[in-house]
């Protein structure tokens, strides 16, 4: 996995902490503009009028580097309500629908009679957008969750056995990559050797590491590990005498 945010010192350690927090952000985001367009689509199916309307004129904006990615095709048109307003809006459509509608000729338009304001194409329909917004939001906000939650239980657990825990000397039996780059820089990690305070052995490996910082260590050499008194399997890798 690769990614370009800066995360030193307790960022790196809290990492799925931080980004399971922005992923679930964005799915309840996400997921907030599906509802919204869902509501708003069955708001325009259950009281939308459709009456006949006139093409204005049409035009195209083009895409720019870095202000808009994409070329957008849009019609202006004028409609008269059935209480006799004239309100006239515009409508982004494929390039083919483009083609086919002229200045000047008819075209049907839907409208919500209380806010005539908010109009557009009668064949139109912003039900697919809303379903793959609410799709995107759960599938986003789900993994967010996920992420989240690990990254809470991890940081709850540092923060745990840094006070409570048993402290012992671990041993390092190696230092090899970890799941984690930074900036394209692969991270490192240390798997180590200790004894519990009933005289039984485990293993366990730290959170990722700088290469700068990994380098200070080499198989063989002692550093501090803190364990879980009632689950000794359980532990962290200090690094330092304390």
Same mark, same amino acid.
């Given at each position: 996995?690769?990614?370009?945010? +800066?995360? +030193? !010192?307790?960022? /790196?350690?809290?990492?799925?902490?931080? &980004?399971?927090? *922005?992923?679930?952000?964005?799915?309840?985001?996400?997921?907030?503009?599906? *509802?919204?367009?869902?509501?708003?689509? $069955? %708001?325009?199916?259950?009281?939308? #009028?459709?009456?006949?309307?006139?093409?204005?004129?049409?035009?195209?904006?083009?895409?720019?580097?870095?202000?808009?990615?994409?070329?957008?095709?849009?019609?202006?048109?004028? &409609?008269?309500?059935?209480?006799?307003?004239?309100?006239? !809006?515009?409508?982004?459509?494929?390039?083919?629908?483009?083609?086919?509608?002229?200045?000047?000729?008819?075209?049907?338009? /839907?409208?919500?009679?209380?806010? +005539?304001?908010?109009? $557009?194409?009668?064949?139109?329909?912003?039900?697919?957008?809303? *379903?793959?917004?609410?799709?995107?939001?759960?599938?986003?906000?789900?993994? @967010?969750?996920?992420?989240? =939650?690990?990254?809470?239980?991890?940081? %709850? #657990?540092?923060?745990?056995? %840094? /006070?409570? @825990?048993? =402290?012992?000397?671990?041993?390092?039996?190696?230092?090899?990559?970890?799941?984690?780059? *930074?900036?394209?820089?692969?991270?490192?990690?240390? /798997?180590?050797?200790?004894?519990?305070?009933?005289?039984? =052995?485990?293993? @366990?490996?730290?959170?990722?590491?700088? +290469?700068?910082?990994?380098?200070?260590? %080499?198989?063989?050499?002692?550093?501090?590990?803190? &364990?879980?008194?009632? $689950?000794?399997?359980?532990?962290?890798?200090?690094?330092? =005498?304390?």
């Amino acid at each position: 996995m690769y990614f370009s945010l +800066p995360l +030193p !010192g307790l960022l /790196r350690k809290t990492f799925f902490l931080w &980004f399971g927090a *922005i992923w679930l952000v964005l799915g309840v985001v996400l997921l907030g503009f599906g *509802i919204s367009a869902t509501m708003g689509e $069955r %708001r325009y199916q259950a009281e939308g #009028r459709v009456v006949p309307g006139a093409v204005v004129s049409k035009f195209i904006e083009r895409a720019k580097r870095d202000e808009k990615p994409t070329t957008e095709y849009l019609v202006a048109y004028r &409609f008269t309500t059935e209480s006799g307003q004239a309100v006239e !809006g515009n409508a982004s459509v494929s390039p083919q629908e483009w083609d086919q509608l002229e200045e000047g000729k008819p075209v049907q338009i /839907r409208y919500l009679p209380h806010a +005539p304001q908010s109009n $557009r194409l009668a064949e139109k329909s912003t039900g697919g957008d809303a *379903i793959v917004n609410l799709l995107l939001g759960l599938g986003v906000g789900a993994l @967010g969750g996920v992420l989240f =939650t690990k990254g809470f239980r991890s940081a %709850r #657990r540092e923060v745990r056995l %840094r /006070r409570d @825990g048993v =402290t012992a000397q671990g041993t390092v039996l190696d230092i090899g990559p970890s799941w984690l780059a *930074i900036n394209r820089v692969r991270q490192m990690e240390v /798997r180590y050797r200790y004894t519990d305070h009933m005289g039984q =052995t485990h293993e @366990g490996k730290s959170d990722p590491l700088s +290469p700068d910082e990994s380098d200070a260590w %080499r198989p063989g050499e002692t550093g501090t590990v803190r &364990f879980d008194r009632k $689950r000794p399997q359980e532990s962290i890798w200090t690094g330092r =005498t304390e």
